[in-house]
């Protein structure tokens, strides 16, 4: 072995150190981004640079952050992608709050790039500085602040990752500048440790044993189903629509989980709740066995929860388990099943 062999031996174990904007580039990359929607600032120029520099992913500018959020959201819905915000410090960040509960209430999988002020000025008030993190916290799935370069890489794919497992929501990283300025290490997604929590496998089987007790004894049962339906994908809708025209049960639906069973069907009675039809919220109330599936009681639908489908057996599956007794408490806890309709 000669000594440049030697020598240059651990360098090629190295990760390859590249500006901090173009690693971002590189990570949005491999996790199949294609476009970007957002609005330039200060704190971002050197992200935007990198982008400029590029041809892979495609930048949306919009004329508010607000916007940048509502369209990435709407890129999600009709994808089934993740949707990428961009947006700079303080007043964009602020500005994409709206945006973001409306995409943590409706289970919207996005991943929220902002720009910050560089880490030796955070806690300084410097200009457009904001606690970015601090005030994302109630309306994000996750959110990082990046301190360190090779945070930079690891926080990206991790963050898409958990934009989209269990029940997707939004992910903020908040990005001091000197962090996109500077060197930094890439690491590709299948190199970095993810700490995402595993959600149950399996459902409970005694308790979907009772489940089809209770549906087979039924004299008046309904389904329910609302947008983890959708989020669970096509293969969830079918299996939906094969289950209802199997036990002939009529079903009925929220506003978000418009699309996922015919609306020109026989069975189908429409949306229930406050805006919903009659004959859906007359069901709901008579019904005897109701069958709610990825969706979350919300009071839009129920109205006084005491009077709501007062006299039924109820069967709740949810890939969120928080969501089981949350407002409508079961007679018993029946079951969670991440991905109910596709097993």
């Known amino acids: ?130 606690d970015t993190t601090g005030i994302t916290r109630p309306v994000t799935k996750y959110n990082y602040l990046v301190r360190r370069p090779e945070d930079l890489a690891p926080a990206v794919h991790e963050a898409f990752t958990i934009a989209r497992s269990g029940r997707p929501g939004p992910v903020l990283i908040d990005l001091p500048k000197n962090i996109t300025v500077g060197d930094a290490p890439y690491v590709a997604a299948s190199q970095t440790q993810m700490r995402v929590a595993k959600g149950t496998a399996e459902p409970d089987r005694d308790a979907v044993k009772r489940a089809v007790a209770a549906m087979k004894k039924a004299r008046r049962p309904l389904f329910y189903t609302g947008g983890g339906v959708i989020n669970a994908g096509p293969e969830a809708c079918e299996n939906l629509r094969r289950l209802v025209r199997l036990t002939g049960f009529p079903i009925t639906c929220t506003l978000m989980g418009f699309g996922a069973y015919p609306g020109n069907d026989k069975q189908y009675l429409g949306m229930l709740g406050m805006h919903g039809m009659y004959e859906a919220n007359l069901a709901t109330h008579g019904c005897d066995v109701l069958i709610a599936l990825g969706s979350r009681f919300d009071d839009r639908v129920t109205g006084r929860v005491d009077a709501f489908s007062p006299d039924s057996f109820k069967i709740h599956a949810d890939i969120d388990a928080s969501q089981i007794n949350k407002i409508i408490l079961l007679i018993s806890r029946l079951w969670v099943m991440p991905g109910a309709l596709s097993k």
């Open 1 to 130: 072995m000669t000594p440049q062999t030697a020598s240059s031996a651990p360098d090629a174990q190295k990760p390859q150190t590249l500006p901090g904007a173009e690693v971002l580039m590189r990570a949005l990359d491999e996790q199949g981004v294609e476009v970007i929607f957002g609005y330039p600032g200060g704190a971002v120029l050197p992200i935007y640079d990198a982008l400029f520099k590029q041809n892979r992913i495609r930048h949306v500018l919009v004329r508010h952050e607000q916007a940048a959020v509502h369209a990435a959201e709407a890129y999600a819905r009709s994808t089934g992608k993740v949707g990428v915000v961009l947006v700079t410090s303080g007043p964009g960040a602020t500005n994409a709050v709206t945006g973001l509960l409306d995409a943590l209430m409706d289970s919207i999988p996005l991943v929220c790039l902002s720009g910050q002020v560089p880490s030796s000025l955070i806690g300084n008030d410097a200009f457009q500085e904001a």
